[in-house]
């Protein structure tokens, strides 16, 4: 069991670029759930899946936001036509069904020139 | 969704200084968790604590659900302590944690 893994680690783009972001949770965990975290604040959620199903989404998740979970593995996080007000660290975490015990991976750090 | 509020916002310490850090949430939590971010931005999980407490090497915490509050407590504090402290709960019908803004801890050789 390697933790949650999320790639690239570092992402520098321009603006109007289109970004994906890879997570892979820990096996046999059925939850996934990103989150965007700011300088100087908490993380803040933006979906979450069970299995493959997308359950929940944040406002904060616009229309250029998507995320997938194909046969409930890896997610993807893909922001389409990217604003300086993205850049953030884009945080993936994992838990399984049960108590809610989240684990986090080391984070997706974006930023938009 | 829920609210958390984290106080205090910054603290520091001397070596080897007592500390508690407190977080309140606006409703009832079928699950509160405390991370420590460590200067990589790596969220690492200290305790899972809806209520009760516990105790992990010279950190505790405890929680009081039914007042709706958290308490972390660092003793004897080491420089490898420094870091932001969250506090995140999850409602009860409610699938997702919700953080605070965090306390940053700053301890001093």
């Known amino acids: 069991d390697t933790g949650v893994s999320q790639d690239p680690r570092h992402k520098i783009t321009k603006r109007g670029q289109n970004v994906t972001f890879r997570c892979d949770p820990i096996s046999e965990h059925n939850r996934l759930y990103w989150y965007r975290q700011t300088l100087g604040q908490g993380p803040e959620f933006l979906t979450y899946?069970?299995?493959?199903?997308?359950?929940?989404k944040s406002r904060l998740l616009s229309d250029r936001f998507s995320a997938e979970r194909p046969k409930g593995s890896f997610s993807t996080l893909e922001i389409q036509r990217t604003e300086q007000g993205d850049s953030a660290m884009y945080l993936c975490?994992?838990?399984?069904?049960?108590?809610?015990?989240?684990?986090f991976g080391a984070g997706s750090r974006l930023t938009v020139l | 969704g829920i609210q958390v509020e984290q106080s205090p916002p910054d603290l520091i310490l001397q070596e080897g200084a007592n500390s508690t850090l407190r977080c309140n949430f606006s409703?009832?939590?079928?699950?509160l968790q405390w991370f420590h971010q460590n200067p990589w931005g790596q969220l690492i999980n200290l305790f899972y604590i809806p209520s009760g407490t516990k105790q992990n090497g010279r950190l505790s915490a405890t929680t009081v659900a039914t007042e709706r509050y958290s308490l972390l407590y660092i003793s004897s504090s080491q420089t490898t302590d420094s870091g932001v402290y969250f506090c995140?709960?999850?409602?009860?019908?409610?699938?997702?944690?919700?953080f605070g803004a965090g306390t940053t801890v700053t301890v001093r050789a």
């Open positions: 409703d009832s939590v079928n699950n």
């Open positions: 995140a709960s999850e409602g009860l019908n409610d699938y997702k944690l919700s």
């Open positions: 899946f069970q299995n493959e199903a997308q359950l929940e």
């Open positions: 975490a994992s838990s399984i069904q049960g108590p809610n015990v989240l684990t």
